[in-house]
T-cell receptor, first 111, second 116 residues
């Protein structure tokens, strides 16, 4: 069975702090995709990154970075120098035979 | 990248009426589309998987007669909430897959349904 676990339900930080959101997945598929989405209070899902199972290179996009480690089945997301606008719910998702989401991590960044 | 358009983005309807939500893949053919539902402050729960030209596969606990899914073409899937009730109020989002099997998927913008 496939599963995505985001163990952190809520995280609260002060602006400019770095924060890492954890994602651990389970799958028997050898080919799959991992995603991170941001859901601001307005509700829409904002695509952040898609990574396929054969590409373990870490990626950096501005203040965002992702660490994909197949050996530990983790795809963690770090926001550097967090800002209030980063406050949202962040979902990790796995696309294999099915397409499933983690429970989400609610990030609150305070001024 | 591929685009999935979902319409409407929000809808308010009266109890007992039916509401149709459309999900279109704009620049690719989607052999498989997924429909999700999200209750406030919860994750997205898969409701059903629809394959073009065949009946949708519903997840356990989802009433197929209440949530009608039609995937008549490779670019369009519809979700109809029949005889809507206030408890059906939720955020519904679709996702489209470009090919069979374990290919990547793209998401629509979501539809916020409020039943009054």
């Amino acid at each position: 069975a496939q599963k995505v676990t985001q163990a952190q339900t809520e995280i609260s930080v002060v602006e400019k702090e770095d924060v890492t959101l954890d994602c651990v997945y389970e799958t028997r598929d050898t080919t799959y995709y991992l995603f991170w989405y941001k859901q601001p209070p307005s509700g829409e899902l904002v695509f952040l990154i898609r990574r396929n199972s054969f590409d373990e290179q870490n990626e950096i996009s501005g203040r965002y970075s992702w660490n994909f480690q197949k050996s530990t089945s983790s795809f963690n997301f770090t926001i550097t120098a967090s800002q209030v606008v980063d406050s949202a719910v962040y979902f990790c998702a796995l696309s294999g035979r099915e397409l499933i989401f983690g429970a989400g991590t609610r990030l609150a960044v305070h001024p | 990248g591929a685009v999935v358009s979902q319409h409407p983005s929000w809808v308010i309807c009266k109890s007992g009426t039916s509401v149709k939500i459309e999900c279109r893949s704009l620049d690719f053919q989607a052999t498989t589309m997924f429909w999700y539902r999200q209750f406030p402050k919860q994750s997205l729960m898969l409701m059903a998987t629809s394959n073009e030209g065949s009946k949708a596969t519903y997840e356990q606990g989802v009433e197929k007669d209440k949530f009608l899914i039609n995937h008549a073409s490779l670019t369009l899937s519809t979700l109809t909430v029949t005889s809507a009730h206030p408890e059906d109020s939720s955020f519904y989002i679709c996702s489209a897959r470009t090919g069979a099997g374990r290919t990547e998927a793209f998401f629509g913008q979501g539809t916020r349904l409020t039943v009054v």
